[in-house]
């Protein structure tokens, strides 16, 4: 990895995106908000929080129980809804809600990556860090008896393994309009991508987020056209969320 680029504007991040990655490869892209931030999953930090003085193979093995315990309670407690899933796939509709899971959201867009770095919530740098998907590193989930696969199996933290998926067009518990919209991807397999999986991470100072999110906008790039789902109208119009008064105009 490369020692981390800072850009002030979208045409300079447009234009570095276009002088890291080459013509014809493949590469994914993850934005963050605050740029201290490394890339693990929601489940990795929720059993990290409970229990921050563990040895990182203790956090490993209590990782991937916590995954199998959160997908076999919610399959028993709720058996309708979860009917005829793979675990994989009930883990997926869980990250939907909000539940912390092993997956880690992606996206093969480097501006939607952009616009997740640029909250401006708060008075953090923000980063964008950029992978490639290499074959030898990240298998693709593309046969359905993978997808059914136990999550001991996929999660093995002896493989040392990554994999890539996307859910169904067609599925019925996750809603895939956002995951079109935003070109999403998850990767999982491990609780955490080290920086040697990392080719670039791009640092955007807090002190442009804000013209950089304007700047997106004015090329469709925003919380409306990345949310347009019914769980997006709920986030959006939460008492967390600043409101526009210009709306009443």
Same mark, same amino acid.
């Given at each position: 990895m490369n020692t981390?680029?800072?850009?002030?504007?979208?045409t300079e991040y447009i234009?570095?995106?276009?002088?890291?990655?080459?013509?014809?490869?493949n590469y994914l892209y993850r934005g963050q908000e605050n740029a201290d931030w490394t890339v693990n999953s929601s489940a990795y930090r929720r059993v990290f929080k409970e229990q921050p003085d563990a040895t990182s193979s203790f956090l490993a093995e209590s990782f991937v129980r916590y995954l199998i315990q959160i997908v076999n309670?919610?399959?028993l407690k709720y058996p309708t809804t979860y009917k005829g899933l793979s675990p994989?796939?009930?883990?997926?509709?869980?990250?939907?809600?909000?539940?912390?899971?092993?997956l880690i959201?992606?996206?093969?867009?480097?501006?939607?990556?952009?616009?997740?770095?640029?909250?401006?919530?708060?008075?953090?740098?923000?980063?964008?860090?950029?992978?490639? #998907?290499?074959t030898e590193k990240i298998e693709e989930?593309?046969?359905? #008896?993978?997808?059914?696969?136990e999550l001991d199996v996929l999660f093995d933290m002896n493989q040392l393994r990554w994999h890539l998926w996307t859910p169904?067009?067609?599925?019925?518990?996750?809603?895939?309009?956002r995951i079109t919209i935003q070109q999403s991807v998850f990767l999982f397999g491990l609780p955490e991508v080290t920086p040697e999986m990392n080719i670039q991470e791009i640092v955007i100072p807090y002190q442009q987020k804000e013209l950089i999110?304007?700047?997106l906008e004015n090329i469709a790039i925003s919380e409306i056209t990345l949310f347009p789902d019914l769980l997006g109208f709920f986030e959006r119009n939460s008492h967390q969320h600043p409101y526009d008064l210009s709306l009443n105009e």
């Open positions: 981390p680029r800072k850009i002030s504007n979208l234009d570095y995106i276009n002088e890291l990655t080459e013509t014809g490869g309670e919610v399959q994989l796939e009930c883990m997926a509709h869980l990250q939907h809600n909000k539940v912390a899971t092993g959201d992606f996206t093969y867009s480097p501006l939607v990556a952009l616009w997740f770095a640029c909250d401006d919530h708060v008075e953090k740098d923000g980063k964008v860090f950029v992978l490639e #998907n290499n989930i593309t046969k359905i #008896n993978i997808l059914h696969q169904a067009l067609d599925s019925k518990v996750v809603d895939t309009q999110r304007t700047e």
